[in-house]
């Protein structure tokens, strides 16, 4: 058990809707990271967030956002959403901002677009 | 921007040593390189990381080239609890991560 909650396990939906996931890091730690994994593309980072601002942005779409509360708890949310959507969306969290830190993954939030 | 090349997959046998490459030809001073390696259904667990020198952790060993353009993680004694994609990562400073295609690991008993 790596210490980071992610909720939902599962999640359907269909097209054009809005969903949103969880991510509660590990105690103590600052900063959330949000990754997506699909088949095709592998694990693609999408944005970092540390002690509630964001540090750093990967692949993310403009039809996803995240944001981290000041209990440290993440959201990412993803809307209008599209088949391709569809994928594993992993939350990590590190002790610092990352420079060297060990990241401890969550078990990850598996969305089915239908 | 940093990326890094692995092979698709290997192959060990059980209680040998596996040794498992990565090229990143186009690292920065500053960047780190990480492995982590995710087993069937969960998520990546943090395996080792250096930035010049070689490491050793309970887990594995870190081999970086002189010139950091490439890296090897070598598993002393490879279990069948050792199959698993690993991913070769460079951290940059601007603190993004960039994965590689990961190699899946075989161990065969």
């Known amino acids: 058990d790596s210490g980071v909650t992610q909720t939902p396990k599962h999640l359907i939906t269909a097209t054009g809707q809005r969903v949103t996931l969880r991510c509660s890091p590990r105690s103590g730690d600052l900063s959330v990271y949000w990754y997506q994994q699909s088949l095709d593309q592998g694990l693609q980072f999408l944005i970092q967030?540390?002690?509630?601002?964001?540090?750093a942005k990967g692949n993310i779409l403009e039809r996803f956002s995240a944001q981290q509360f000041p209990d440290l708890h993440s959201e990412l949310n993803l809307s209008s959403l599209e088949l391709g959507d569809s994928a594993l969306y992993f939350c990590?969290?590190?002790?610092?901002?990352?420079?060297?830190?060990?990241?401890?993954f969550g078990e990850g939030s598996r969305l089915t677009v239908l | 921007d940093a990326k890094t090349t692995q092979p698709n997959s290997m192959e060990s046998n059980e209680e040998e040593p596996v040794h498992l490459p990565c090229n990143h030809s186009?690292?920065?001073?500053?960047?780190?390189i990480h492995w982590y390696r995710q087993l069937p259904s969960q998520g990546p667990e943090y395996v080792i990381h250096?930035?010049?020198s070689n490491v050793n952790n309970r887990m594995a060993s870190l081999a970086i080239a002189e010139d950091r353009k490439s890296s090897t993680l070598i598993l002393h004694r490879a279990t069948l609890r050792d199959a698993a994609v690993y991913y070769c990562i460079l951290r940059t400073t601007g603190n993004q991560f960039y994965f590689g295609t990961g190699t899946s690991l075989t161990v065969i008993p």
């Open positions: 186009t690292i920065s001073g500053t960047d780190y």
């Open positions: 990590a969290s590190s002790v610092d901002q990352g420079w060297t830190g060990e990241l401890f």
């Open positions: 967030y540390y002690n509630g601002e964001e540090r």
């Open positions: 250096g930035l010049t």
